[in-house]
């Protein structure tokens, strides 16, 4: 006969209730008393396995620069899922936002959660602390190696948006993205980067600028693509003949540049985004985009909560294309106006070492979203 709680708590000298509160990480014990008893758990050998908690409270975290619903909407879908999925099984969620400075686990032991759901980004010391509650976790929007995670295809999305203005005829393609450490942003860069070289076509790393730090998408992405037109200007070289930005609120703000600029969309330069918020499709000219299921995120993070010993850790959602009229056919012919469009396609040795650079942002540590 295996080892019973009975005699984990007549070792560790506690009551059964004790010892169930232990090994479920369940609050009203010390830290001290918790690790002894679960070490005396591992000493006799015991399953603890057999007190799996049942979820019924889970903790939503969200990070202090994603809590802007109003300015990037993409977390407020992701949060209708998790509510949702809830909802079905009977658990109650409760949102928490947290910054660098806050006492995150101080928060999270007044909300005395059975699992935790971050989306977004973290600082890997937030993760590394939120591992060690030894609860379950989901990660949303966000990866680390050997975690539960749940993300769309942010490569394969790059590249259909490439791909879909390649077909348009366009050849000197910027990209606007955000910092590496978010782990979609480095994806959407990568794929970016790719596409070039699946393609055949040169890839020209002026083209290619980042957000300011600290800069909201809509006031970051202006001035990035303030500087890609004041670039061209200054060498009197050409303009961009398109623009893909890594979410929405960056090709909407792109886009208002450069009509300013007396650019005409998607004439004279076309513009993408990714996310399909509810404002690219009422902007004018409506915003062209790379389609993402927010709801299906939560939800399928909950369920991959819930899941006893789930197939796979690591699962990646579809996306799809929204063709809108921010990248209508031209009205002129850019394969035969972009010098571009003519050149040689670059050596795949010469492309893989910024492709390694990008690549290389990531392994092992949490990367997430754009803010």
Not at 58 to 83: M, W
Not at 310 to 334: K, Q
Request: glycine letters at 8%.
């Amino acid at each position: 006969m295996g080892t019973t709680i009975r005699d984990v708590a007549q070792a560790a000298n506690v009551s059964i209730g004790t010892v169930s509160r232990a090994l479920k990480n369940q609050p009203g014990l010390s830290e001290p008393t918790r690790a002894r008893i679960v070490e005396v758990a591992r000493s006799l050998g015991y399953d603890c396995g057999q007190l799996r908690p049942r979820i019924r409270r889970l903790t939503f975290l969200l990070h202090r620069q994603h809590n802007n619903f109003a300015a990037s909407p993409f977390f407020s879908h992701v949060l209708h899922g998790v509510e949702d999925a809830c909802r079905e099984h009977g658990i109650v969620p409760a949102l928490l936002t947290a910054g660098p400075a806050d006492d995150t686990i101080q928060q999270l032991r007044l909300h005395a959660p059975d699992a935790i759901a971050v989306a977004g980004f973290v600082e890997p010391e937030t993760l590394a602390a939120l591992v060690a509650l030894q609860r379950p976790l989901v990660l949303i929007d966000l990866w680390a190696q050997g975690l539960r995670s749940v993300n769309i295809d942010n490569a394969a999305g790059a590249a259909l948006a490439m791909h879909h203005l390649f077909s348009k005829g366009r050849r000197r393609v910027a990209f606007i993205g955000g910092s590496l450490a978010h782990y979609s942003i480095a994806q959407r860069a990568l794929g970016y980067r790719r596409a070039f070289f699946e393609a055949g076509l040169l890839f020209d790393p002026s083209l290619e600028t980042c957000i300011d730090g600290g800069l909201d998408p809509d006031t970051g992405a202006a001035l990035a693509m303030q500087r890609l037109l004041d670039a061209a200007r200054s060498a009197r070289g050409p303009l961009p003949d398109a623009v893909f930005a890594f979410n929405d609120a960056a090709a909407l703000a792109a886009m208002r540049v450069g009509l300013s600029a007396g650019l005409r969309v998607p004439q004279d330069i076309a513009i993408i985004g990714f996310d399909d918020i509810a404002g690219a499709s009422h902007a004018a000219p409506a915003l062209s985009t790379i389609a993402v299921d927010k709801e299906a995120l939560g939800r399928r993070g909950v369920e991959l909560l819930l899941e006893e010993a789930p197939a796979t850790n690591e699962i990646v959602l579809p996306v799809r294309l929204v063709e809108r009229a921010s990248t209508a056919a031209s009205e002129r012919s850019e394969a035969a106006e972009s010098p571009l469009s003519r050149a040689e396609p670059l050596a795949e040795a010469a492309l893989l070492k910024p492709l390694q650079a990008w690549s290389a942002v990531a392994p092992g540590q949490a990367k997430t979203r754009k803010p």
